[in-house]
């Protein structure tokens, strides 16, 4: 299959966004499909950002998804913001999709709700412009959360009418559900890991061991006399998530059984969690700092898919300006 996906440059990576989205693109990858991974900057321009640091956000998130095993010999891996087809045919869908379809997105209204300051004629857009970056490369699959996926029945809607219209163009992409945990806020567990929550909630897959230790330290176990164990049970999701040897599971299983009596020592827990933790990201830290002392490489990376896509986009774009009678 033909898959893609990107990810926004909006600051460090955490451990929510490794197990919702790059740790499921490196399998999919390993498994020979055809993938397309980008850095979606475009998009990240619909919340607020400084144009001092955009660039450096850019070439960081570049670096982190090849250091985290993103294969450019297995993978075509570029810059949203480079290929200008994107956004042509953005505009182009834009005839297709009515205001009372994007109003009732629900990740419009919970970012709008958030920076009210800023709600943009970018964000409103945002699903079609998603759209173009998907079709416009006619991919068969999109790995995706649960909150993507009324995004994607809108690349859908829009792949149909399309051909509905001017003739069999677009494939209509079907969801690939990325099935992770729902990874929580170390310091509130009522709400999604996220760096708005300050960075103390989350871990970044930058922070070294002794950061780990004392971010788990603190966080929000079980509370009010052991009876919300909500917490807990993030801690242990969290555990889960990195506990794919089988001696981790065991333990896993022992420390689940534990919480579930009443009588888990978060003193010893806790240690264990940031352990797993720190261990899991030896590899990706190590392969980081050699990419920082190469930066080159990596730009060189974005270049060479630069080049692949921007041909394939443009193809079709001609495609779509043909049957719509732009071409004379």
Known sequence: MRILSGIQPSGELHIGNYLGAIKNWIKLQNEKNECW?????YHSLTENYNPKEKSKEI???ATDLLALGLDPKKSTIFQQSQIESHANLAWIFNTLVRMSELERMTQYKDKASIQKENVNIGL???PIL???DILIYKADAVPVGED???????TRDIAHRFNEKFGQ???????????TPRIMSLLDPTKKM????GEKSYIALTDFPEIIQEKIKSAVSDTGGGKDKRGGENLLEIFNAFAETKNGQSEYSNYKRYHEEGTLKYAEFKPALAELISNY???YRAKRAELLENPDFVKNVLTEGNKKTSAIAEATLQEVKQKLGLII
Not at 37 to 41: G, K, L, R, S
Not at 171 to 177: A, D, F, Q
Not at 194 to 197: A, M, P, R, V
Request: aromatic share 16%; hydrophobic share 45%.
């Open 37 to 41: 991974f980008f850095v979606a900057d």
């Open 130 to 132: 998603m759209a173009a």
């Open 124 to 126: 409103f857009g945002y």
């Open 281 to 283: 990201f030896a590899d």
């Open 148 to 154: 993507q996926i009324q995004h994607l029945e809108l």
């Open 169 to 179: 163009t677009f494939p209509e992409p079907k969801s690939l559900l990325t099935e």
């Open 194 to 197: 996220s760096k708005s929550g």
């Open 59 to 61: 070439l960081n998130l």
